[in-house]
């Protein structure tokens, strides 16, 4: 199958302030063999090597990554460490009891996991475990975590903790937040420093990175060929850890849509976040369907995100993927409308970038039609940074026949509802796009959206968190 190459994104401001003068590294050139070959050097395809060799040191990993490490998805998000159990319905949805019980509790280990793993390995991703506050900022948004705590409670878990509305506004920092919940095993991280870390613990394991390779064919076989522009890797193995840029492969773009994300970085005001109150690290989410995501870093900014459904034909990773002037102006929108205090904050860094979202916001994983030696772990969904480490271990289970609670959990080869095909995807996609941002709109301003918007509104993928 035929890959359409696309240009790296631009860099955000995480891998400018992680690696300033990166550059890809150890193209790929020639002929090389391996065991098992990973296209994509962000999160997922990192954690997946790693595992691979826990399980069996002796393998032989090449990674192909058209960028660098850290330059697509993976370098570029707002750095939320977080769980599944804001999920846990979807879970439900498609698992048992059990099984939901089971990833849930697995998706919060991982976020101790991460920060040992920087820990042990000396690796300065600002990881800060201060919990991730629900909030609502409109009166229509309030208990939109009511559902989800039920569901908790009776599997007997209770990750959250209900906090007064002014308990809620002083964590915050803002009295635009009415109420909320806080689930206090989330962390933060710098999301492109962790990306770099996991490269050199890679690398000092064994594990061949090749930069600046992308992928622009594939040929299936018994043994795979992975062709590259100047080389070719064969490995009876396979693992696709391309996120987003899966939309490149007809099978896998039925399953997902490529939507946009946007962020912007205040200038350093370390003294105004200690006079606001939001001095405790904590990241915040507001429910709208189009998220806002925020949280403070180490010097004293705020990063504040949204995801703005931007989307592209036939979800080509484009330039709206790196910069898109229309998310970030509904980004900085809802950046003055939740800290009305900080009208005068200069803004000094903005990017784009794209997210795979399923239609139930969690993963699939499972191997190509007719290629049982091709694996994938797609739909992350704007939630990757902590759940990838668990992506890694079924990845690496599949990759390595392994009959395992991985291989075997019910992410893999489940059933999804698919994506239209172009250009009823494009065109339908924004239609919902328009009638969301005016639903959630009308939301703000204390009124109700229109029947037909909101019939429409109901067509977009879960956001974030499940709602009651």
Request: aromatic share 8%; with cysteine.
């Amino acid at each position: 199958m035929k890959l359409k190459a696309t240009a790296p994104l631009k860099r955000s401001f995480w891998m400018q302030q992680a690696e300033p003068s990166v550059q890809a590294e150890n193209p790929l050139h020639g002929l090389k063999h391996a065991d098992v070959a990973i296209v994509g050097g962000g999160f997922v395809g990192l954690w997946t090597a790693l595992t691979i060799k826990q399980h069996e040191p002796d393998c032989k990993i090449v990674i192909l990554e058209q960028d660098v490490c850290g330059g697509g998805a993976s370098g570029r998000n707002g750095g939320f460490v977080m769980s599944w159990w804001p999920k846990i319905q979807s879970l439900l949805s498609f698992s048992s009891d059990d099984q939901a019980l089971f990833l849930a509790h697995s998706a919060e280990k991982a976020i101790y996991e991460l920060g040992d793993f920087c820990e042990e390995h000396d690796i300065n991703a600002a990881y800060q475990q201060a919990g991730w506050l629900w909030t609502a900022t409109c009166r229509a948004h309030v208990d939109a975590w009511e559902g989800t705590l039920k569901v908790c409670a009776r599997l007997g878990a209770t990750p959250f903790e209900r906090l007064p509305p002014s308990e809620i506004a002083r964590l915050t920092g803002s009295s635009s937040h009415l109420a909320g919940v806080i689930e206090k095993s989330n962390a933060t991280v710098q999301p492109a420093a962790l990306t770099r870390g996991m490269r050199r613990v890679a690398l000092k394991l064994g594990v061949e990175i090749m930069e600046g390779s992308g992928v622009e064919e594939i040929i299936p076989g018994n043994l795979v060929q992975l062709k590259s522009r100047n080389g070719t890797v064969i490995a009876p193995k396979v693992v696709l850890a391309t996120n987003a840029w899966s939309s490149a492969i007809p099978e896998l773009a039925k399953k997902i849509a490529t939507v946009g994300s946007s962020i912007v970085v205040t200038e350093p005001i370390p003294e105004e976040l200690v006079e606001m109150g939001w001095s405790g690290g904590q990241s915040i989410t507001d429910s709208q369907l189009f998220v806002d995501y925020y949280r403070t870093t180490t010097d004293g900014r705020i990063a504040f995100g949204k995801g703005t459904g931007t989307l592209s034909f036939g979800s080509k990773i484009n330039e709206v993927f790196s910069y898109h002037a229309e998310g970030i102006l509904l980004t900085e929108a809802d950046f003055r409308r939740t800290y009305q205090n900080l009208k005068q904050t200069r803004l000094t860094h903005s990017w784009s970038g794209p997210i795979d979202r399923t239609y139930d916001s969690l993963p699939v994983f499972g191997n190509l039609k007719d290629a049982p030696n091709i694996h994938y772990g797609i739909g992350w969904s704007g939630n990757g940074v902590g759940p990838s480490r668990l992506g890694g271990r079924i990845l690496a289970s599949l990759a390595l026949n392994r009959n395992d609670e991985w291989s075997q959990c019910s992410l893999v080869n489940r059933t999804t509802r698919t994506f239209p095909v172009e250009p009823f995807r494009f065109l339908g996609g924004q239609l919902v796009r328009s009638a969301v941002v005016r639903k959630e709109m009308a939301e703000f301003q204390g009124g109700s959206a229109s029947i037909l918007d909101k019939f429409l509104a109901g067509f977009a993928p879960a956001g974030l968190e499940d709602k009651s």
